[in-house]
């Protein structure tokens, strides 16, 4: 079966564009999360999503947002991109809403560098 | 506040010894918890998880222990290989947060031939 796929791979955007991740959870799953992770760091948790609801959200600005479609497929959108934006974007996916029960199973990333 | 750590952020052992990879947290209120491996240009890897009402727990070549008394969890591998060289993360689930996991920043693991 096929795990968290994740496209694109890698992206370059400049100072002020807007970029959008996408993500496709493993097959039965019905959550999905975000995650930043800055280089030589752990990732960072930006959203939630379950059924289609956010069910959470990390210390983020509002330039961040996601939503989950009926497949449960995730996009992720980053307005007004800024240097610090610079970092690989996770996506994790497990079958349901609670984190506290199971592990949540990772994609490879999408490696977003702004200049 | 949330904060999970690692004590060595880089560990270099020889192939065939056992590793011990050791992560600090201080939320309390954190019951289950999660090692994974990352390797370079790749996602973070499930290798095995723990709830707050064990203390011990084994799988293939890997055994998780948990010191809920010193807020302390470690991860052991055992029979060390190269194939294990990467980063290792250990996350909880954020002082009983149901939806998100907080990382620790990584323990870089090096098996010498």
Redesign the interface.
């Known amino acids: 079966d096929a795990g968290?796929t994740q496209s694109p791979t890698h992206l370059i955007k400049t100072r002020g564009q807007q970029v959008t991740l996408r993500c496709s959870p493993i097959s039965g799953h019905k959550s999905v999360?975000w995650y930043q992770q800055v280089l030589?760091?752990?990732?960072?948790?930006i959203f939630?999503y379950?059924e289609k609801e956010e069910?959470?959200r990390?210390n983020f600005p509002d330039r961040f947002s996601a939503r989950q479609f009926p497949n449960y497929s995730s996009e992720l959108n980053v307005n007004a991109l800024l240097l610090g934006d610079s970092a690989l974007y996770?996506c994790a996916s497990s079958p349901a809403?609670?984190?506290?029960?199971q592990?949540?199973?990772?994609?490879?990333?999408t490696r977003l560098s702004i200049l | 506040g949330e904060n999970v750590g690692l004590h060595l952020p880089t560990l270099s052992v020889q192939e065939g010894d056992n590793s011990i990879i050791n992560c600090a947290y201080s939320n309390s209120a954190s019951d289950y918890f999660i090692w994974y491996k990352q390797e370079s240009g790749k996602g973070p890897q499930f290798i095995i998880d723990i709830r707050s009402n064990m203390d011990k727990r084994q799988g293939q070549r890997v055994t998780v222990l948990l010191n809920k008394t010193v807020k302390h969890l470690s991860l052991q591998i055992a029979a060390t290989q190269p194939g294990d060289s990467a980063v290792y993360f250990c996350a909880e689930n954020s002082g009983g947060s149901n939806y998100k996991l907080t990382f620790g920043k990584g323990t870089l693991l090096t098996v010498n031939p």
């Open positions: 968290v999360s030589g760091q752990g990732p960072q948790f939630q379950y069910r959470g990390g996770l809403g609670d984190v506290g029960n592990p949540q199973h990772f994609g490879d990333g």
